[in-house]
């Protein structure tokens, strides 16, 4: 029950980062978004690990999870955080997310080549309603400018560039997908504690590839070209991507992926509402990005819920619950 309560929390602060992070790079670049992220998402595990650590004795992990703890901050805080920003840039929060939130199949799909979790035709089945929602919002047409009404009080017409936004998303789903494979490799057997100590590797590592690539003058002038507004939401969008991965590696120490990613996935509708609230004229409305959210949302289900329990709730069948419960792989 814990695990289940840190992954929700964990997926409510995903997405109000995500928000906070595409009102920054509305006017901002990526690379500013994460020159002050990635930091203050550092300064907040050294003031967990503080304060946790009055109360509280860390548990010992290992160099070998040391190094997996640090390879999952320049996979997911490096290369991850860069193509999400990048695709929130381009086309919004809306349209990229349900690609984005291709991260889970990628997660089951290594979970069960590495980890040997099994495989069965019912999260093969959500994985291309996961693919189908994602294509479906590609389809939501852009409202033009005579029709939106926003131009009418002098407000700036949101255009996705879709092509590149669904490229950035997909390899950030990729960088996503990785890591908690990685997370759950080095966390696993240990308690809470074990990944808030893990967060603060990661973010280490990934603070020291940042100062390294700033040593190149043109990184600089970048951002020193970073403007006040944008420095603010980029503030908060470290402060809320720091508490959400020390929730979300929490919730790894103490429960499995496949309970894990499904809550996750909450994330995309609350990630939906925020945007509505925060960047309603730099997003992407429209019943194509709903539905196809929705179906993102249903096939994260299917891939990450435990087969067997969806199937005892729905009582099919007896013959079409032996052909969604079918193993492709696993014991």
Not at 45 to 74: K, T
Not at 232 to 256: D, E
Request: glycine share 10%.
């Amino acid at each position: 029950m814990l695990g289940a309560i840190f992954a929700i929390f964990s997926a409510a602060t995903f997405a109000l980062n995500n928000v906070a992070a595409r009102r920054g790079v509305i006017t901002g670049t990526p690379i500013q978004g994460m020159a002050v992220t990635i930091p203050v998402g550092l300064l907040g595990f050294v003031a967990m690990v503080l304060l946790i650590g009055w109360v509280a004795r860390f548990p010992h992990l290992g160099a070998i999870s040391v190094a997996w703890m640090a390879g999952v901050g320049l996979l997911h805080f490096g290369l991850g955080r860069y193509c999400n920003y990048r695709a929130n840039q381009a086309a919004g929060v809306n349209l990229t997310a349900p690609v984005i939130q291709l991260q889970v199949f990628v997660s089951v799909v290594l979970a069960v080549l590495i980890l040997g979790e099994p495989c069965t035709l019912m999260q093969l089945v959500g994985g291309v309603v996961m693919v189908a929602g994602a294509l479906l919002t590609q389809r939501q047409p852009t409202k033009p400018a005579s029709a939106a009404g926003s131009d009418k009080r002098g407000e700036h017409v949101f255009v996705p560039r879709r092509t590149a936004g669904y490229t950035f998303a997909t390899l950030a789903a990729l960088a996503y997908g990785t890591s908690p494979i990685m997370a759950r490799t080095a966390l696993a057997h240990t308690d809470p504690l074990a990944g808030i100590l893990g967060g603060l590797i990661a973010y280490g590592a990934a603070t020291a590839a940042m100062i390294l690539f700033l040593v190149s003058p043109m990184l600089r002038r970048n951002l020193r070209a970073l403007h006040r507004e944008n420095l603010r939401w980029f503030i908060y969008s470290g402060v809320f991507v720091a508490l959400a991965q020390g929730l979300f590696y929490s919730a790894l120490a103490i429960a499995p992926i496949m309970l894990v990613a499904p809550l996750m996935q909450l994330s995309l509708i609350f990630r939906f509402g925020f945007a509505n609230t925060l960047t309603p004229h730099h997003e992407v409305f429209g019943w194509h990005v709903i539905i196809g959210s929705a179906l993102s949302l249903l096939g994260a289900g299917a891939v990450s819920v435990d087969t067997s329990l969806i199937l005892h709730a729905l009582h099919l069948p007896a013959a079409i619950d032996a052909f969604l419960g079918w193993r492709i792989s696993g014991r």
